[in-house]
């Protein structure tokens, strides 16, 4: 067979050929990888990935191209399609879920105006568990309605997950709310008249999914949250601790980027609390974000964070040594003399 190589004088036959074929193989892979990095550019591998592979191919490319014909290098203008494509795409996927920058929120009623926020500029990161707190009329609700996509604010700015939301139209707001944001509130707000099963599985409906799929998944995270075996029941026929885990299901069914708890405990007994606590506990161990605004300093402990507002400002952002829920509600059912887990 013809040697294809002559080494020595650096000389290969054909080697056009191979610098024809290298050159468009890395340009294809390029193109792919561009278009992969483009198409999900929040996915921050895939750039990682098509900029290692440009690298890789860019030097191989060039090292193969001197090597089989020096003269060519001064040529060489390799992979610029991958170049035109990585500028379109956007940073990569952001770790704070939440961003606010200077937001204030002004409510004009008649001669009157309310600066409900004034300036607030926070940061929440992905998989924390942050407490809102402060006193009655500082801002707790205003803050999470815009955090939670359900108000805009007057000025400043509002990033959420990487989407700047602050002046979005009421329709897209809508759209964001559904696929980033589990609500769970004081009064559960369940539909009476629908199964726990139902229930959880409303916000399915919106998104867009088969009758099948929506069961299916509603059961599984009901299983997530210990209730599967009340999955048929009406709302009254449930205690006021499992319409709240109706309540949470139906919350994560669309596996949200942020959970959003307005007083989550706020309607029920002390036990019953803890008994929600410790399944935010869970949650938030297994990578959820949490956001929940309370008035109940016991509550708040229970959080990783504290953001204390006054006056529509932030007072503090500390971080805290959480409570154990578990243990404490084991401790009420051993006094109690009830079985404990
Ligand atoms: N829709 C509204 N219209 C007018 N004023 C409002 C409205 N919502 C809240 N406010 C006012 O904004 C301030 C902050 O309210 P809010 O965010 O509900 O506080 P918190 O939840 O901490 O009790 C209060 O003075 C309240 O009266
Ligand atoms: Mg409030």
């Known amino acids: 067979m013809q040697p294809l190589c002559y080494t020595g004088h650096f000389k290969i036959w054909p080697n056009w050929l191979l610098i024809l074929v290298i050159r468009h193989l890395t340009t294809y892979i390029e193109v792919i990888l561009g278009a992969l990095g483009y198409f999900y550019r929040r996915k921050s591998y895939i750039c990682q990935l098509a900029t290692c592979f440009n690298d890789l191919l860019g030097y191989c490319t060039k090292d193969f191209a001197v090597l089989l014909y020096p003269g060519y290098s001064s040529n060489l203008k390799h992979l610029p399609v991958f170049h035109r494509l990585a500028t379109l795409t956007p940073s990569p996927m952001p770790q704070n879920i939440i961003e606010t920058k200077h937001v204030s929120k002004r409510y004009v009623m008649g001669h009157e105006v309310v600066d409900a926020l004034k300036d607030i500029t926070i940061t929440i990161a992905k998989g924390e568990y942050v407490a809102f707190m402060g006193p009655s009329g500082s801002g707790k609700s205003t803050l999470m309605n815009i955090v939670g996509a359900l108000d805009s604010p007057t000025t400043g700015q509002y990033i959420l997950n990487g989407n700047d939301v602050s002046n979005m139209s009421e329709n897209d707001l809508a759209e964001v709310r559904n696929k980033e944001i589990g609500f769970v509130f004081q009064t559960f707000n369940l539909l009476p008249r629908n199964t726990a099963l139902d229930n959880v ?16 998944r509603a059961m599984q995270v009901l299983k997530d949250v210990g209730l599967e075996n009340r999955a048929l029941h009406r709302p009254n026929e449930l205690s ?7 309540a949470i299901a139906r919350a994560l069914v669309n596996h949200p980027s942020i959970i959003l708890a307005d007083e989550p405990t706020g309607n029920l007994d002390t036990k019953t609390s803890y008994d929600i606590m410790a399944l935010f506990d869970v949650l938030s161990q297994k ?18 964070r504290i953001v204390r507002l006054r006056d529509g400002l932030v007072e503090s952002d500390t971080p805290n040594e959480p409570r154990k829920p578990l243990v404490e509600l084991n401790a009420i059912l051993a006094a109690k003399g009830e079985a404990t887990q």
Do not use: C, F, W
């Open 201 to 216: 599985a409303l916000p399915l409906i919106y998104a867009g999914y088969s009758k099948s799929e929506r069961n299916e």
């Open 240 to 246: 006021g601790g499992q319409r709240q885990r109706v």
């Open 287 to 304: 990578g959820n974000t949490i956001i929940m605004v309370t008035h109940e300093e016991d509550i708040a402990r229970y959080a990783r």
